[in-house]
């Protein structure tokens, strides 16, 4: 049986047996045919084994061509629906468009199974940019109501998230962001010193002493937190806690939904320029030019105890970043030093820079710094080794932060820039290629900055927080509802193009969100 594109079926029977013609023609291929037919099936198959090892390789290529027909099954049609849904649901857009073209039975068993719903779901589960976009979007309810949303709706809504994603990725190159700006409003010394934030809220750290909470759909403040007798440098917060440290010298544990101070911890002897938590630990480093490292076993933040300090660097230790391999520390001294995690063991110094360090991320195994000498180093953090130096920015870079695809970096020149992350992993790409854009919307000293696949979120010494937003003003959704009940033609009509991934699968996006760890340079910021 041959399967073909308009799901009919069709037998070697259908067309003239030119076998048949050559049997009645010539009489000896009709004894011997009518011999073969004569035996039993396992003598069939050893003299048809035997009869193919005497051919020539041109003989076993029309043999080949001659069984492909014979060998052909249309499986899908022939399963239980249940059993076929099961198999296409593992086919990405482009051989999933291709499934519902090859016969009504294909099309039907995709159209039965919600199978471009289930598509749009598991890239919600798998891409973080997806969940995000449905959330920022507003469809992401609409994927989980099945009956309510027919077949085309979700083959519909997905061709669009695509266009959204591609314009969106767009929109970092050549696109106007669209502003919100928050005013701090601080009553005395001005300055916004470090942030985090998530889908619902930001939270600030500022010079006057305060930890501020922002609602990020209003922007107005919603809580205020106040205990530190200095200014608050550095901040992390997750599910259950906010941690800060200040220019106090102490380190204060806060309930992140209702506010109570909870703890303070007090091991440094000077400012807390900045700290880390993840995964039952903590690192804090100080202007007293040590690192400490915490645990947070249990779930009361009154267990946190400190386990080890790590000495070694010659200046203030402006900001650390770990994970379960390395911690990783920068300072004023011009280095960068590399620690075990679990053993608090020295490994290697990264040196290249030509002044003090103020800033830096590390993932994997790429560490990624910024410097008074105004530059931006991508380093690999095994061997040691630069990778790549990155110039623009005018004065000191404060801040800098990496995801897959793009590092984005602040600098005392109220300047941001986007840089191509690839592109600058890639030596052959020239240096002015690298930089994707600069903004310039800060009037003074870009502090910290946090950023997703849609927007950067950054605070300065002018006061304020500003969001840019980089989603797309195009809305590509309003007209899905109207074509809900169009032909099966009209579907047909969306190209292969249309269903292409505009972020292909081995792009991992990992989290750029949930922890911040820029700089924060007490002994430059509280003098300026």
């Known amino acids: 049986m041959v399967l073909t594109r308009s799901g009919a079926s069709s037998s070697s029977s259908d067309a003239p047996d030119e076998s048949s013609k050559k049997r009645k023609s010539n009489p000896e291929i009709s004894d011997m045919v009518a011999t073969f037919e004569e035996w039993n099936s396992e003598k069939q198959t050893d003299f048809v084994k035997t009869l193919i090892g005497k051919m020539c390789h041109e003989q076993l290529w029309d043999i080949d061509a001659a069984l492909r027909p014979f060998m052909m099954r249309d499986f899908i049609s022939s399963l239980p629906e249940y059993v076929s849904e099961h198999i296409l649901s593992y086919l990405d857009a482009r051989s999933l468009c291709a499934a519902e073209q090859v016969s009504r039975q294909w099309r039907d068993v995709v159209e039965n199974g919600h199978l471009w719903r289930k598509l749009i779901i598991r890239n919600i589960g798998s891409k973080e940019i997806w969940a995000r976009l449905g959330k920022r979007r507003g469809w992401i309810n609409h994927v989980y109501k099945s009956v309510e949303f027919g077949p085309y709706y979700f083959k519909k809504l997905y061709t669009k998230i695509v266009q959204d994603l591609k314009m969106s990725n767009e929109m970092w190159g050549s696109g106007k962001p669209n502003l919100r700006k928050i005013d701090c409003a601080s009553h005395d010394s001005k300055g916004v010193y470090c942030l985090q934030y998530d889908d619902r809220k930001i939270i600030s750290g500022l010079r006057d002493n305060t930890i501020k909470v922002w609602d990020i759909d209003t922007l107005k403040n919603t809580m205020t937190l106040t205990g530190h007798t200095g200014s608050v440098l550095c901040m992390q917060y997750d599910e259950r806690i906010i941690v800060t440290g200040s220019s106090d010298a102490c380190i204060r544990i806060w309930d992140v939904k209702t506010g109570e101070h909870l703890q303070m911890l007090i091991h440094h002897c000077d400012a807390v320029l900045h700290l880390r938590f993840q995964n039952g630990i903590m690192v804090s480093c100080s202007k007293d030019r040590t690192i400490a490292v915490w645990s947070m076993n249990g779930t009361s ?78 380093w690999d953090i095994e061997v040691g080794a630069i990778l790549r130096t990155l110039e623009g920015h005018e004065e000191l870079v404060r801040c800098i932060r990496f995801d897959s695809r793009r590092i984005v970096s602040g600098a005392y020149d109220g300047k941001i820039k986007v840089w191509d992350l690839e592109a600058a992993l890639d030596p052959r790409v020239p240096l002015g290629n690298i930089c994707i854009r600069t903004i310039s919307e800060h009037k003074g000293r870009v502090f910290r900055l946090q950023f997703d696949e849609f927007q950067i979120v950054s605070s300065s010494h002018d006061d304020t927080i500003v969001i840019f937003d980089f989603l797309s003003p195009h809305d590509y959704y309003s007209d899905i509802q109207a074509n809900i009940d169009q032909s099966y033609q009209s579907m047909d009509a969306i190209s292969d193009y249309e269903v292409e991934e505009t972020f292909p699968a081995e792009h991992v996006y990992f989290n750029a969100t949930f922890h911040s760890s820029s700089s924060s340079i007490g002994s430059l910021d509280e003098h300026s």
């Open 301 to 378: 933040p009154q267990n946190i105890v400190m386990k080890h300090v790590l000495v070694g660097h010659r200046a203030a230790v402006n900001v650390v970043d770990f994970d379960e391999k390395y911690i990783v520390s920068a300072s004023g001294d011009r280095t960068i030093r590399v620690w075990s995690t679990q053993q608090c063991e020295f490994v290697r110094t990264l040196s290249g820079h030509t002044r003090g360090i103020a800033c830096l991320q590390y993932h994997g195994n790429l560490v990624v710094s910024g410097s008074s000498d105004c530059s931006i180093k991508l």
